[in-house]
């Protein structure tokens, strides 16, 4: 699974605008540094939701989709992705109310994500 360019510029200025360490610009076309994704944990390996995703959990498309959204942007802002799939549903739980705080986003942006997370599980049989 790989993302276009327009959505990763999109990633990169939401992120700059919004970041834990902030302050740098975002970077100008050409400067972005090839390589340097994680082994594990980096965004072409997150899975993007779908209709199918959406029916087997017994979610909406549009509810995993915010959730997709605010996990893209908001989690890689300090950390490499944690994979859905590699935790359980209560490591998730446990640890999306306190990253949600830290980040300062509301209880809806809380549901959204794990909604996404629990759906990703559902798809891959988790």
Do not use: F
């Not at 994680?38 to 959406?54: C, D, L, W, Y």
């Not at 739980?93 to 830290?102: D, F, G, L, N, S």
Request: charged share 25%.
């Amino acid at each position: 699974m790989r993302i276009g360019w327009v959505e990763t510029m999109t990633v990169l200025g939401v992120c700059w605008m919004v970041s834990c360490g902030g302050g740098a610009p975002p970077p100008e076309l050409g400067d972005i540094p090839a390589g340097g994704e994680p082994a594990e944990g980096g965004i072409v390996e997150v899975p993007n939701p779908s209709a199918a995703m959406a029916k087997k959990s017994g979610k909406t498309l549009s509810q995993i989709q915010r959730g997709h959204e605010v996990y893209m942007l908001k989690c890689g802002e300090c950390h490499n992705y944690k994979l859905p799939e590699k935790l359980d549903v209560d490591e998730w739980q446990e640890a999306v109310p306190k990253m949600i705080a830290h980040a300062g986003l509301e209880k809806a942006d809380e549901k959204a994500v794990l909604d996404y997370v629990i759906a990703v599980k559902t798809q891959q049989g988790g």
